[in-house]
């Protein structure tokens, strides 16, 4: 089993002055999985997250990320991953077409191979009428889609994303978890924050934080059993109750 | 190197897609070029001038042949009695009244001295003050061809001339306090929001996570503004060139590169400003308060810097617009070389490696 573990973090902490946003976690993650990063507001998944992908650097603690330090290792770990914010990161003011093409050239793809591709997923997504189109004039749900197949466009490794479904409506937010586990179906480790708890229970396995610790880790089932919940929600409720820090 | 021109393009498509703010900054140049040039001038060309002429004889029909002959003075009306004196500046019919009084004729025939009077709208000193200085000079010019024929005392002539400037142009100011002002503003401005831009709507996150480096993100955000100024520059220069008749003295190669040397530097101030601030409307608020108000007021190009107090005078040297200007009137007016902007050149260049070393060190390339 140690050989396919993706990622790998050991007391990873992360400070700001008095205020410990991450304390000491410590979990693995596997390859194809679809890992779901669970937490209140502000109980440190973002944190968690960015420390992951390099967009922040640990206080303490030891992580690998594809096998690669994210100490030393900075420039390999970004080849491997795929990123999808928070916010909607693509250009509203670029066509479809010109989006995919920045992003895939970001990464050094070979023109060619991105023009087949392009074709490729424009018919997967059923978007070939609008790949003209400016992405601003697109509905919500599509722009969710076509963000998070820029982010696997270059085939990584894992796929970190953050709160992929906030504001989209119950059928896109299905129709965006069947990508997810079409890209878990090619290998690529997904891992994925949320706040919807039905969501929680499309992942193999899933963590839940509070107050900067991981206090919960386990399948949906498991989880489940463990706390006498009837729903992921229940889990939830159980474990955030505890939290002594105030949302925000 | 693909990497890079493919950011370049989106840039491009970035400003060519945005066609009001695209046309702002085309536009803006040259309508601040013809609004300065033309309407904002203290230039006195064809100034109404209304005569109370009560003497009426041969000196001084003279007087007011001189006067409607220039072209500086257009006599608009002629004045009957003192009363309608009030009345022509009330009804703006002319900012200045020449009053010959009923005895001034008979005075300069027999006692050789003879008074007249100038009235002027003083509401506006600058043209008051102006306005007196031009009426003075034809009448002191219609003394002198008096004097010619006959034997007068001793009498200091004043000849003044006018270097580089020789017709008092406003233009010759202002051309080179907007290429400051426009350069500022673009390359500032346009560079600090649309670094900003990214960071508000998360794609520079996604960059950020991205193996490109950093600093080609900002280098290729550069590039085409570094391109719009370079047209604006030369609008700019033509117009003036062609419209507004302010000549090239210097050498244009020398004016080419301290202006490029100047969007350097205000480039990497945009920078700086983008690594320092997360949202456009800060971003915009630091460009206008820090930079454009100061363009204006500090630069010398509205104010002569000598005339402020000390401590404005110590402020104005951190404005790099201010060195710009000099040069731009030493090498574009007085055409002047390398030499003579040296002090100049050095400070530019000085105020662009601080920025640009600041703007690096700030720059985040990971999100706190």
């Known amino acids: 089993m140690a050989n396919d573990i993706i990622i790998q973090t050991e007391q990873l902490t992360k400070r700001f002055g008095d205020f410990i946003a991450v304390d000491h976690i410590s979990f693995d993650v596997h390859k194809g999985e679809i890992f779901g990063f669970l937490g209140a507001n502000g109980a440190g998944k973002t944190t968690a997250m960015r420390m992951l992908c390099g967009l922040s650097l640990p206080t303490s603690g030891k992580a690998t990320i594809a096998g690669f330090d994210i100490y030393k290792k900075t420039e390999a770990i970004k080849r491997s991953i795929g990123y999808m914010s928070q916010k909607f990161s693509l250009y509203e003011d670029l066509t479809v077409k010109e989006n995919i093409r920045f992003y895939a050239g970001i990464y050094g793809m070979s023109n060619k191979y991105i023009k087949d591709k392009t074709a490729l997923l424009l018919q997967q997504l059923h978007l070939e009428d609008e790949a003209d189109k400016l992405v601003g004039s697109l509905p919500l749900g599509w722009k969710q889609k076509l963000a998070f197949s820029v982010a696997i466009f270059h085939e990584p490794q894992i796929v970190f994303l953050d709160e992929p479904t906030g504001g989209v409506d119950p059928v896109t937010r299905r129709e965006f978890w069947n990508l997810i586990y079409e890209a878990s179906a090619k290998g690529i480790t997904v891992f994925v924050t949320t706040h919807y708890m039905d969501e929680a229970e499309y992942c193999n396995r899933v963590s839940i934080m509070v107050d900067g610790r991981i206090d919960a880790l386990d399948t949906p089932v498991a989880l489940k059993e463990n706390f006498s919940a009837a729903s992921m929600d229940e889990v939830f409720l159980q474990l955030a109750r505890k939290a002594t820090r105030n949302d925000s | ?368």
Not at chain 2, 36 to 54: C, H, M, P, R, Y
Not at chain 2, 176 to 185: K, N
Request: with cysteine; net charge positive; charged share 15%.
């Open chain 2, 1 to 368: 190197m693909k990497q890079f021109f493919s950011f370049i393009k989106k840039e491009f498509y970035h400003i060519w897609r945005d066609r009001r703010t695209m046309f702002i900054l085309l536009g803006m140049p040259l309508a601040q070029i013809i609004i300065f040039g033309f309407a904002l001038t203290n230039e006195v060309k064809n100034e109404s001038i209304a005569i109370l002429d009560q003497s009426k004889d041969a000196a001084s029909s003279q007087i007011i042949n001189k006067i409607s002959a220039s072209r500086y003075f257009n006599v608009t009306a002629l004045l009957h009695n003192p009363d309608e004196i009030a009345r022509t500046f009330q009804t703006n019919t002319a900012r200045i009244v020449l009053v010959l009084p009923s005895t001034f004729g008979e005075d300069l025939r027999h006692v050789n001295k003879a008074q007249v009077q100038l009235v002027t709208d003083a509401s506006d000193p600058n043209i008051a003050t102006t306005l007196i200085n031009y009426a003075t000079a034809i009448i002191t010019d219609y003394q002198q061809s008096l004097n010619s024929t006959a034997v007068i005392p001793y009498q200091i002539n004043v000849q003044s001339r006018m270097l580089y400037n020789p017709q008092l142009k406003g233009a010759y100011s202002f051309v080179p306090g907007v290429m400051a002002m426009v350069l500022m503003l673009i390359c500032t401005m346009m560079t600090a929001i649309t670094i900003v831009r990214e960071k508000e709507t998360g794609t520079m996150e996604v960059m950020l996570v991205s193996p490109v480096q950093p600093m080609k993100i900002v280098m290729a955000k550069a590039i085409p503004y570094l391109l719009l100024t370079v047209v604006n520059i030369t609008n700019i220069l033509l117009l003036s060139v062609f419209v507004l008749d302010v000549p090239i003295n210097g050498s244009l190669i020398l004016l080419t590169g301290e202006s490029i040397l100047f969007t350097i530097t205000c480039l990497s101030f945009g920078l700086l400003i983008s690594s320092v601030t997360d949202s456009q409307q800060t971003a915009m608020m630091i460009s206008m308060m820090g930079l454009f108000l100061p363009t204006v007021m500090l630069s010398g190009f509205m104010f002569p810097i000598e005339n402020m107090p000390l401590a404005l005078r110590i402020v104005s040297n951190v404005v790099p617009s201010r060195w710009y200007y000099e040069i731009v009137v030493a090498v574009m007016i007085k055409g002047l070389g390398i030499s003579s902007i040296l002090k100049q050149t050095l400070v530019l260049s000085g105020m662009t490696v601080l920025l640009l070393s600041l703007a690096i060190k700030n720059f985040k390339i990971r999100l706190e």
